[in-house]
């Protein structure tokens, strides 16, 4: 099984649903974040979370919010869809030991809102 | 101005050729950077870091960066097909990482 685990991997819906993406993780890290990652833009941050009671927003926050359940479960929700949130979403963990700062990223959600 | 920038390409070489694979970042606090490799439909894989300035080896990549000019390479050797991916540079920020956009690979054969 995968360390770090995301469903749903594909995910089709209309403007206006609100839709709940799903992570999971088996390493055991504190640290756990939600990118979106798009053609030409890359991946940006949308919210991080250093624990269970801690959460922040990223660059690209608005739109979205999302629930830390658990040190292993991270939730990102779209409350009202919209088309320009069509984007592939990836979640990651780390430990971050230091400054090195390795994440190990899940294998994406690819949502499309019409 | 992003922190990171990078040139997504596409980048099309033929199997053996060398590849460099550019970024400049802005700040120069940065101490360390990374490269990740993304194959498609996969999520991004550390592939590299280095620190500071100098050179970093690992079989056929090396990976480079020169803080006098704020620029991270990483170069690849006798590039093989299963080299085809994006690549990603990135700088720790404090919390998270900086991705750069990533450049896209081709490596034919």
């Known amino acids: 099984d995968a360390d770090v685990t995301q469903t749903p991997r594909n995910r089709i819906t209309k403007t206006g649903k609100r839709i709940m993406l799903e992570c999971s993780q088996t390493k055991g890290h504190d640290r756990m974040y939600w990118y979106r990652q798009d053609p030409g833009l890359g991946l940006r941050l949308i919210y991080y979370?250093?624990?269970?009671?801690?959460?922040n927003k990223g660059e690209i926050s608005d739109g979205y919010s999302v629930s830390r359940q658990a040190q292993a479960k991270f939730s990102l929700s779209l409350e009202s869809a919209i088309p320009n949130q069509t984007a592939l979403y990836f979640c990651?963990?780390?430990?971050?030991?230091?400054?090195?700062?390795?994440?190990?990223f899940g294998e994406g959600s690819r949502l499309t809102v019409l | 101005q992003k922190e990171v920038e990078q040139d997504p390409g596409p980048l099309s070489v033929p199997e053996g050729a060398i590849v460099s694979l550019n970024c400049t970042y802005s700040n120069s606090a940065f101490q360390y950077f990374m490269w990740y490799r993304q194959y498609s439909r996969k999520g991004p894989e550390l592939l590299m870091y280095t620190y500071s300035s100098g050179n970093k080896e690992d079989g056929r990549f090396t990976a480079q960066v020169d803080k006098s000019s704020k620029y991270i390479s990483l170069f690849i050797r006798d590039s093989q097909p299963s080299d085809s991916a994006t690549y990603l540079c990135?700088?720790?920020?404090?919390?998270?990482?900086?991705f750069g956009k990533g450049t896209s690979l081709l490596v034919t054969p």
């Open positions: 990651a963990t780390s430990d971050w030991g230091g400054d090195t700062g390795e994440l190990f």
């Open positions: 990135a700088t720790p920020s404090g919390y998270a990482l900086n």
């Open positions: 979370s250093f624990d269970v009671k801690d959460i």
